[in-house]
């Protein structure tokens, strides 16, 4: 088993800590007590941080040299037996998402689109955005990198090399393209910074779907209506691995007239959605970020909320629909400016 | 005679409305479980209890059986004609008379089906519901309060029986008569302060009298609905997972399961808790309430509430449940019949093992649950087991697996619910010898003739 990139070093002659100081869930007092406990986590000592840890992924962000503290985190929860959420919801979920051998080869051709192991989803494929396009999906390519939330990384190790083979196998082996366009960037995560990060190779292209977005708008610009709405953007966790792509965000909301109005948890302050809270039983910290995170959205009087992530949209679309905003995915935006 | 009965009977109901025609004996001589047929001579469809009360005393002239019938969806054979006869199909009796919404009851005909009412009471009264059964929605309201039904109410309201404020009875004599409140005031608000005469035709698998009218309690209906799946490993913790949820008098309703299917859930142990509230931040109280009453569990990590974004609880909100209906049609061929065993809740770990142990000694697909009623008081746990009825073997397994399940239901402490004949036997064979003498002589005053379903409650 290859073990997680990481410099110890690092560590010990950071001064800010800021994969501590930054978190938004748990709390020091100064710096040096977040050092203490970031080292004793590198050192495989019990530290509180492994208890409290909401897995929101943001400390992969903070680290201002990519030294991955994270996926580190997520080992040492599962060497110490550390569980965020109960057994049985844990191993149901396993099974849920264990691949089901059910996959058969199929003809693709660019660009192709993976959906990860969400079929409802492939609906959002369509129209000019997506013109040409093949998707892929199904538990059998699904990305694994939920697992970073229940201290499974045993899991992503022993799963992510067999999707990556399935979809090569299955699908871009005969494929005209190398290019895999990920619809979620959970699977972008993985294809590159988990992938990197564990030691895993990837024999294709990941693009993001920002990327895809960016370029088609810009071979599409005669179509663009732009929208001319303010807009809330829900980041989710699942950004902190590719935070080079909000700027990308950032260029295609201009494209289509999109506003990102400034609010306090976006960027690198965005709140969890509170999915991941509730598996671990946390449900009243979860209300607490709903309200939070809600409460800034209405604040700013934007018309939509933009969610990257299908699950933050499963999660608080109902709710943001209920106060007045309207829920909706990055790609459906850019098809209303393309004027679907 | 069949002959003079078809005619007599047409001239009771109409020509349109008895038939003693094979097509009409066949469809009605069973049901979807596997008792096995059992044809009437007629089936009749009274359009109101002057017409009910015809029938019987035109049975009793005749000496010929009858069998009331809601929508034939028992399971367990209780409306075969078990010695020919009359089957009387209530269906045409599907008015719902009153509905009062101060004193929440509502009054119906004898055929009225839980889907109409439920319907009636969105349209007209949207503030208040009643208890549906997970049956189709054509079962009806008298059925399922004669078999001592259960639904989406029961942890609130108890069984369908409890939920009962009065009848309209006509009894084998062919004499109408009212039991609860309206016997004497004319409205239909409770069984109390009265003798409970409603005891005489509830859980008698229609052998003491046809139900024509009966008052039945409603509930507030709320704004805002949630459920709540709680998973569990280890079965030895049920009785007391569901005493703390109960505890919290907060569920409407509280069904565990635990089936092999889907693969994911195979082995653990699933309780629903069905909640809903007024206003959001009631529901949030709520919720509060029942994760704490099992929060011990959760800090363990031996148990937890499955993660459910709010697009994915739909289908477990879905009144009455699709879920067995999805499972009913596991093997196809339109075969499904269930044990379902009243028993005290510490009996749960026993019945869950006993539920795996005969579903592998006969091979069968099963799925086990229950449906908590009151507050934690007792459980209807079900051994539901699935099968082709076209495939005589898998037919056989079932049948076998049925009667395994009664013994073991017995054995355990529980008893058969809604038992088809042969379990009715298992049961007389247990009872103190007083309570069976009572019931037969309760039915030899009752029904001197012995037309009432022949065939049930006896040895």
Known sequence: ?340 | MTTDLINRLGKIVGPRFVSGEAEERYLYSMDPGTMPAAAPDAVVMPANTKEVQQIVALANELNVPIVPMGAGLVLSGLTRALKGGIIIDMKRMNHIIEVNPQSRYAVVEGGTSQGMLKAYLKKHHPQLKHSMPDAPPIATMAGNVCIHGSGHLSVLGGSHSDMLTGMEVVLPSGEIIRTGSCSVSGEWFARSPLPDLSGLFVGWAGTTGIVTKLGIKLFPNYKHNDVLIFVAEDADLMPEIISRLTNTQVAEDMTPWMSPKPAWAKGFLHINIAYGAHTKKELTFKRNLLQASVREYIDQKIAGFLPLPPPQKGRFLEIPSPDLARFADLRKGGGFEYVGAMMAIEHFPEAYRAGLAIAEKFNVSYSLGARIIGAGHCMMFFFAYAFNRADAEDVKRASDALDATNTAALKIGGIPWKAEQPAQKQIIGKMDPGTFSLMNRIRATLDPNGIMNPGNWEI
């Open chain 1, 1 to 340: 088993m290859k073990s997680i990139k990481f410099n110890p070093d690092v560590c010990v002659n950071c001064e800010t800590i800021d994969c501590l100081m930054k978190c938004q869930y748990v709390s020091f007092k100064d710096v040096a007590e977040a050092r203490e406990e970031k080292l004793k986590i590198n050192d495989k000592k019990d530290s509180r941080v492994l208890e409290e840890c909401l897995t929101c992924y943001a400390c992969q962000e903070y680290c201002p040299v990519n030294n991955n503290p994270f996926y580190l985190l997520v080992e040492r929860q599962e060497e110490k037996g550390i569980l965020p959420a109960p057994r049985p919801i844990i191993e149901e979920q396993l099974r849920m998402m264990a691949p089901k051998g059910r996959i058969t080869k199929q003809k693709v051709s660019g660009p192709v689109v993976d959906m990860c192991a969400f079929p409802m989803l492939t609906g959002c494929v369509r129209g000019k955005l997506f013109e040409g396009a093949s998707t892929i999906v199904g538990t059998d390519i699904f990305c694994n990198i939920m697992w970073l939330h229940f201290a499974k990384n045993s899991t992503i190790r022993e799963r992510v090399p067999e999707m990556i083979d399935n979809i090569m196998s299955f699908y871009l082996k005969d494929a005209d393209t190398d290019e895999l366009i990920c619809f979620h960037d959970e699977c972008f995560g993985t294809y590159t910074s988990v992938a990197d990060a564990y030691g895993i190779a990837v024999p294709f292209k990941p693009v993001h779907q920002f990327d895809y977005y960016n370029q088609r708008l810009d071979i599409l610009k005669d179509s663009i209506k732009p929208i001319n709405a303010k807009i809330v953007y829900q980041r989710p966790c699942s950004n902190r691995l590719c935070p080079q792509t909000d700027k990308v965000l950032d260029e295609i909301f201009e494209k289509i007239g999109a506003e990102r109005v400034v609010r306090k948890y976006d960027r690198q302050n965005a709140l969890c959605c509170g999915g991941v809270p509730r598996a671990h039983q946390r449900d009243e910290l979860a209300d607490e970020l709903v309200e939070k995170n809600i409460n800034d959205m209405l604040s700013v009087g934007a018309t939509y909320c933009v969610f990257n992530c299908p699950f933050c949209m499963a999660t608080l679309g109902q709710e943001v629909a209920e106060k007045g905003l309207m829920p909706i995915l990055v790609s459906d935006l850019v098809q209303i400016a393309l004027g679907e």
